[in-house]
């Protein structure tokens, strides 16, 4: 149903799917694909032996019923698109993401899937979130969290209904991220001691980030050098599993917004190891040589 001054009850489009409890979960998920129009994603839990399925719409001025992406579960009686929702953009790459639960997975343990948005996404997962014990039902139900703590990067809800002896019940806040410190030099602005911060002290500096997360502040703080846009990546030649904009002060240190903190939280991404790429606007990106250890913050 297409929002309006009038709104009636009479149906804009119809969503064709397969059979198999298509329409078990519905949910708007922003926009995956980047295009300036919001999508859509519908789930059918029930899908080839309760494998389950999930199909995505993209929006448009001509957006009709047919999927654009479909997504299958990864085996029988997982109950796969049981639960869905987008997530905003976790990764901060532009694209807004989705998650979605399968409660059935690993004798009813459970597990919720991570899927990064992108022109064009892809059906793969990127993260896979696993519940902690056969029937707790984890991905019974999923859903955004806004941003609870803070830190500008969207986090997710997942409830596992059937937890715990007594069948309480548990539901999860997902707020993931590996934090990293990064010293850095600027050809340019090079003094041989330190960085120049004549484009923030002369007001030439955007409160927007230049690159694709476009991060925004209300105020430059001191001694910054300029935005630079930190990326992490599993291979050196491999794609970008997590990007966001931070200041480059003036003493090579990578900080946050506030231009204090310098333990920088890298959205979207488990423990792992990392090779760390720094990009500015003006000079050659640089990447480390070898692959870093990056976990929670302490």
Known sequence: ?????????GADIILSGDTGG????????GDVNGDGFDDVAAGASTWNGFTGRAHIYLGGPAMDGIADIVIDGENTAHLFGCALS?????????????????????????RVYLFWGGNPMNNVPDLVFTGEHPNDLLGRSVSSAGDVNGDRIPDMLAGAYYYGDNHNGKTYLFTSYVCTGIKAWLQGPFTGSGMTSYLSTGDYMPLKSPFADSLEVSAIPG??????LVQLRTQPDGN???????????????????????????????????H???????????????????????
């Open 276 to 298: 760390i790429v720094v990009h500015h606007r003006n000079h050659v990106p640089v990447m480390s040589l070898e692959a870093q250890p990056m976990g929670t913050c302490e």
């Open 86 to 110: 987008g997530t905003g953009d976790i990764n901060r790459d532009g694209f807004d993401d989705l998650m979605i639960g399968a409660y059935g997975a690993l004798s009813y343990t459970g």
């Open 223 to 228: 001694n910054v050098t300029d935005w630079v």
């Open 22 to 29: 298509f329409g078990s979960a519905v949910s708007g998920i």
């Open 1 to 9: 149903y297409l929002g309006g001054d009038i709104l009636d009850s």
């Open 240 to 274: 970008t599993c997590s990007q966001r904009s931070f200041f480059l002060m003036n003493n090579g240190m990578v900080a946050d917004t506030s231009g204090v903190d310098t333990i920088l939280k890298m959205p979207g991404v488990p423990d792992g190891n990392y």
